[in-house]
Every structure is written in structure tokens, then in C-alpha cells.
């Protein structure tokens, strides 16, 4: 199943000359620049800890990556074609193609987000967000022998020579793609060299499973309760990029993880969110600007 270029909501401010109006197709974003849009997935993996709050799970990209270089991100990555082939729908569990694609209100291919932030979580910080059909519980990597076969899955996932669909039936799993849930849609801004249509999605991880990065495409990690990134971001500890700071402010805004997947389970039809670049006299870029900001 090939992926579409689909039509979506975008909030931007219409009365601009170079800007695009309410569910306008991405042909008409293309026309702004000529770097095309890449579907892509984003899943915030969150956790409990002891004295009653939750940890967000994050990543920085290697510095001489050509997107985001050095940047903390949540795990994610482009949709691949592979993501969205029709057996796939078989092995999720309580999502179908019909039901995603309405979720994310486009006409086919909504299933493959999904898949494809399972797929990069798997790939980048090595979590699976998937079960047993044997045991019905979520995969626990709790033995050293399982540890080393999904340590060797995920490498072969990485470069392409084991496919998803292939790792759940060998392994016997489904993919939780009900635990997943999307809770925002951002678009790169139109000036950038590579330009990503992302959904951001927030799940709960697995306890049996320790995420890590995975030395490649990624250098560090850590955990850390969103407001403590948000602060780390404004000291200038951190660095990240619009999407991933509004996102922290999401998280921010509840005390628990049941909280945040609660309030995730009630998102309804976020509007895309497209920034645009701040130039200077010289055309030089100096900053980003947000929805509603002065100068938008």
C-alpha cells in the first residue's frame, strides 16, 4: 500500500501571500519550496516513577546528522513504504487502516504511522511496543537470550534486511497500536532543505524493557519529567526544536502518565501546525516563528 500525498488542516495565517489555507492539499504546500514533505512518526514513550510523577523518554541525534543534528528528540522517523503494506493490518492490535486514516483525517495509509513509530522506537531506542500471542502479554526482554535475539532484530529492522511483518511472525507478536495514541501533527517549515509531515504520538513503555540508544543515529539519552526539560531546555542544556518543546508542554500539564494517556485518549483532530522561518534584512534565517506569534 503506497503512501498518499493526502490532504490535511493546517493552521497558518491565511491572509499571508506565501501562505496556504484550511484543508488544502500538501500539492499546495510543495509549491512554496522544493523540498517535498516526508511522512513521519514520533512516539513519547512515559513512564511512572516513585514518588508519584512520570518521566518522558528522550534522544539526542548524532551531530553530524543531516536533520536535527545534536537536537533531543522522542524516537521517530520518515514512514516507509514498508509500513503500510496490508498484512501489517492483521497483526495490529484494535486499529485498522479505515480507523487510522479517519484519526488522522486522510483517506488510506493512516495505519502506517503507527506502525512506523513502533518501528522507529524498535530501531532507535530499542523498545518494541508489541505482545506475546502466546502469553497475551506485552514482549518482555527480561532474559539474556531474548535480550540478544531483539538486540539482533533490531539491528537487521535498522538496515533493512528483516522487516516488521517479518519480525512479528517469527517472534509471534502484534504490534499495541490501541496503546498508541496521536496527540499532534507538526509540519517542518517551508524553507527548510528536508521537511517532514509528523504525527506525535504518546505511549506508555513497556516496564520489562529498558530503552537506549542505539549509538548510530543517536548518541545519548535519558530520562526526564517534562518540566525538567523545559527547564534544561531554557538554561541551554538542551536543544531541541519547536515541535518537541511544545510537545514537552503537553506532557507538562498532568501529574501522572495515566493523566497524559487519559488526555491523549480525548485529543480530537489536531490542526497541523506549520512554523515559519524569521529572516533578517539579508535573508538570513534568526529564528522560528509560531502560530499566533507577531510577524506570522
Same mark, same amino acid.
Given at each position: 500500500?503506497?503512501?498518499?500525498?493526502?490532504?490535511?488542516?493546517?493552521?497558518?495565517? $491565511?491572509?499571508?501571500?506565501?501562505?496556504?489555507?484550511?484543508?488544502?492539499?500538501?500539492?499546495?504546500?510543495?509549491?512554496?519550496?522544493?523540498?517535498?514533505?516526508?511522512?513521519? *512518526?514520533?512516539?513519547?514513550?512515559?513512564?511512572?516513577? #516513585?514518588?508519584?510523577? =512520570?518521566?518522558?523518554?528522550?534522544?539526542?541525534?548524532?551531530?553530524? &546528522?543531516? =536533520?536535527?543534528?545534536?537536537?533531543?528528540?522522542?524516537?521517530?522517523?520518515?514512514?516507509?513504504? &514498508?509500513?503500510?503494506?496490508?498484512?501489517? #493490518?492483521?497483526?495490529?492490535?484494535?486499529?485498522?487502516?479505515?480507523?487510522?486514516?479517519?484519526?488522522?483525517?486522510?483517506?488510506?495509509?493512516?495505519? *502506517?504511522?503507527?506502525?512506523?513509530?513502533?518501528? #522507529?522506537?524498535?530501531?532507535?531506542?530499542?523498545?518494541?511496543?508489541?505482545?506475546?500471542?502466546?502469553?497475551?502479554?506485552?514482549?518482555?526482554?527480561?532474559?539474556?537470550?531474548?535480550?540478544?535475539?531483539?538486540? @539482533? &532484530?533490531?539491528?537487521?529492522?535498522?538496515?533493512? %534486511?528483516?522487516?516488521?511483518?517479518?519480525?512479528?511472525?517469527?517472534?509471534?507478536?502484534?504490534?499495541?497500536?490501541?496503546?498508541?495514541?496521536?496527540?499532534?501533527?507538526?509540519?517542518? !517549515?517551508?524553507?527548510?532543505?528536508?521537511?517532514?509531515?509528523?504525527? =506525535?504520538?504518546?505511549?506508555?513503555? !513497556? @516496564?520489562?524493557?529498558?530503552?537506549?540508544?542505539?549509538?548510530? #543515529?543517536?548518541?545519548?539519552?535519558?530520562?526526564?519529567? !517534562?518540566?525538567?526539560?523545559?527547564?534544561?531546555?531554557?538554561?541551554?542544556?538542551?536543544?531541541?526544536?519547536?515541535?518537541? %518543546?511544545?510537545?514537552?508542554?503537553?506532557? *507538562?500539564?498532568?501529574?501522572?502518565?495515566?493523566?497524559?494517556?487519559?488526555?491523549?485518549?480525548? $485529543?480530537?483532530? !489536531?490542526?497541523?501546525?506549520?512554523?515559519?522561518?524569521?529572516?533578517?534584512?539579508?535573508?538570513?534565517?534568526?529564528?522560528?516563528?509560531?502560530?499566533?506569534?507577531?510577524?506570522?
Amino acid at each position: 500500500m503506497m503512501l498518499q500525498r493526502l490532504p490535511m488542516r493546517i493552521l497558518v495565517d $491565511v491572509t499571508s501571500s506565501d501562505s496556504v489555507s484550511n484543508f488544502s492539499p500538501l500539492d499546495n504546500l510543495d509549491k512554496l519550496d522544493k523540498s517535498a514533505l516526508r511522512p513521519a *512518526a514520533t512516539v513519547m514513550l512515559i513512564r511512572d516513577i #516513585e514518588n508519584g510523577s =512520570f518521566e518522558v523518554f528522550m534522544l539526542q541525534r548524532t551531530l553530524n &546528522a543531516a =536533520f536535527a543534528g545534536g537536537m533531543y528528540v522522542f524516537p521517530g522517523g520518515r514512514v516507509d513504504e &514498508a509500513d503500510g503494506i496490508e498484512e501489517l #493490518e492483521q497483526l495490529c492490535d484494535g486499529l485498522d487502516d479505515q480507523h487510522a486514516s479517519g484519526l488522522l483525517e486522510i483517506p488510506s495509509g493512516g495505519l *502506517a504511522y503507527w506502525v512506523a513509530a513502533i518501528r #522507529e522506537c524498535f530501531e532507535e531506542a530499542g523498545v518494541l511496543l508489541a505482545r506475546s500471542t502466546k502469553t497475551n502479554q506485552i514482549i518482555a526482554f527480561d532474559q539474556p537470550a531474548i535480550v540478544n535475539r531483539f538486540d @539482533e &532484530a533490531r539491528l537487521k529492522i535498522h538496515d533493512f %534486511s528483516l522487516s516488521m511483518i517479518e519480525l512479528c511472525r517469527s517472534e509471534d507478536l502484534h504490534l499495541i497500536t490501541d496503546s498508541i495514541h496521536y496527540v499532534s501533527h507538526w509540519i517542518t !517549515p517551508v524553507g527548510e532543505a528536508r521537511r517532514f509531515d509528523t504525527r =506525535f504520538f504518546v505511549a506508555r513503555a !513497556p @516496564e520489562a524493557q529498558e530503552p537506549l540508544h542505539d549509538s548510530q #543515529e543517536t548518541i545519548a539519552s535519558l530520562w526526564v519529567r !517534562p518540566q525538567d526539560a523545559l527547564d534544561k531546555l531554557a538554561r541551554g542544556e538542551l536543544a531541541m526544536f519547536p515541535p518537541t %518543546s511544545e510537545n514537552l508542554k503537553f506532557l *507538562a500539564n498532568y501529574k501522572t502518565s495515566d493523566e497524559v494517556l487519559a488526555a491523549a485518549k480525548k $485529543v480530537s483532530r !489536531p490542526v497541523a501546525i506549520l512554523p515559519r522561518l524569521r529572516t533578517n534584512s539579508d535573508g538570513k534565517v534568526i529564528g522560528v516563528l509560531m502560530p499566533g506569534d507577531p510577524g506570522y
